[in-house]
């Protein structure tokens, strides 16, 4: 598997075959993410991230995900320090579920539980966790990973239901914000969409009921409340902090 899930490397099918004798050995680094400046969200880690991020929909506009802002300037963290320690608030599970992934087998009927094969805590020489003990059964550890990878798909594919009711209501706009920092640098961020403010008000009565009584209202207003953060997050991307320099063109929290 080529380096398509952004953080992983070569992802590979875990078997008590080929790792029986294999370790895991977890840790609080999160180098392997320093030069991703966005990675998808859960329609359920809403209300948490946006607290601390900025929350937008990613996508070709057929297909759209919700992703966390984490920089904002290609290939950089703004969460992540020098020596891979996390910086900022939340840790979305993308992340955490790390180095761990799902993948549709062959047939396209199942999922088949991987892990990326260069994970630095992936390791023949004890260090850590095993994946399968000497019956070649699943250990503890592997069996809570195959858990919470199992249960992020799940969460996964209600998200993705969430954003086709957005498509289906019209409710996602193209955007873009443009900020001039403290430093003298420029940046920009371009390529996702957000929910249109006024088009989600005008919705039918009966399509606004369900959309509370499925939280899927309250999820809209935390993503546009989310976008206040970007302001938050140019000051925080450059080491010249002065407030009353920094413009940041971007959807304030109460605009869209």
Not at 170 to 190: I, K, M, V
Not at 198 to 206: N, Q
Request: net charge negative.
């Amino acid at each position: 598997m080529s380096k398509q899930l952004m953080i992983y490397k070569r992802a590979i099918p875990v078997s008590s075959d080929s790792h029986r004798d294999w370790a895991v050995k977890m840790g609080d680094n999160y180098k392997f993410a320093s030069d991703v400046n966005s990675v998808p969200l859960l329609a359920a880690e809403f209300l948490t991230a946006a607290q601390d991020y900025a929350i937008v929909f990613a996508g070709d506009g057929d297909t759209v995900v919700p992703s966390v802002i984490l920089g904002i300037r290609d290939n950089e963290n703004s969460n992540v320090d020098d020596d891979g320690i996390w910086t900022g608030g939340y840790i979305p599970a993308f992340l955490r579920r790390y180095p761990f992934v799902f993948s549709r087998s062959e047939d396209e009927k199942d999922f088949v539980l991987c892990i990326d094969e260069e994970f630095d805590g992936f390791n023949q020489d004890g260090k850590g966790e095993r994946l399968f003990d000497t019956d070649g059964e699943r250990t503890t550890f592997l069996q809570s990973k195959l858990t919470f990878v199992s249960e992020y798909q799940n969460l996964f594919e209600r998200t993705a239901a969430f954003c086709k009711r957005l498509q289906e209501h019209d409710l996602l706009e193209e955007a873009q914000a443009q900020f001039n920092l403290a430093d003298g640098q420029t940046a920009s961020l371009s390529g996702f969409f957000r929910i249109n403010r006024e088009k989600l008000k005008a919705l039918p009565t009966d399509t606004l009921v369900q959309m509370v009584r499925s939280d899927e209202l309250e999820l809209c207003y935390a993503h546009l409340s989310s976008l206040g953060n970007l302001t938050s997050m140019a000051q925080k991307a450059t080491t010249a902090v002065e407030e009353n320099k920094t413009e940041v063109e971007a959807p304030e929290a109460g605009e869209a």
